[in-house]
Structures are given as C-alpha cells and as structure tokens.
C-alpha cells in the first residue's frame, strides 16, 4: 500500500514538474548569434528556407506551460537556423499542437 501511495505521489509530482516549465532544450553553441525577429523586421535580409520545430504540448493530458513551450520552440529553431547558416529566424505564425514553422534568413552578410 505504500509503496503504490509513494509511486503516486511520485508520478504528479514528475508530471507537475514537467507541466510547470522545466526545460531541457538547450541553445547550441553555434545558435548562440542567431536572432528572432518580425518578417518586417528582416525584409532586407536573405531568405535562405524554412524550418519547423515541435516540442510535446501536452504531458497525460495536462498541457505543459505555455511560455515554457515558447521559449523551447525559439531555441530550437535557432539551433536549426545555425545549422542552415543562417543568423536570423521569424515565426511564421503562431504555434499549433507544440508545432511551429520559421522563415529562416542571412541578415549579416560575409560572416560565417
């Protein structure tokens, strides 16, 4: 009987944790100049592709928190942008399902 109550209670509490906001998306190296901007912000730049980023949304049912969700995403498609040689990403729009996409540029011409 114990021993299910101290799995229970281990359970939401992991849940509650992963709900709250503990991130373990980490912004590489390489991402580390790239920056998120409007489309407007960035019409000068290249356009250099597109990407598309997921995180989970939903952990047993509960939905995860939402600035958390945000920031993984951001991350994420920065790290994707160095990857593309880019140094500049704008969202294409807001995210659905834990999904986003990213219009991916070169702002800063000659470097890299």
Not at 81 to 98: L, R
Request: net charge neutral; with cysteine.
């Amino acid at each position: 009987m114990e021993f299910k109550m101290k799995k229970s209670l281990f359970l939401t509490f992991a849940i509650t944790l992963a709900a709250t906001g503990c991130s373990l998306v980490k912004l590489s190296p390489q991402a580390d100049h790239v920056r998120i901007m409007t489309a407007k912000s960035a019409s000068h730049c290249k356009v250099l592709g597109k990407t598309t980023v997921s995180v989970i949304d939903e952990i047993f049912f509960f939905e995860r928190d939402k600035k958390t969700m945000l920031d993984e995403l951001e991350i994420l498609a920065r790290n994707s942008v160095a990857k593309m040689q880019g140094d500049t990403a704008s969202p294409d729009g807001d995210p659905v399902n834990g999904e986003q996409s990213y219009t991916v540029y070169r702002c800063i011409y000659g470097g890299h």
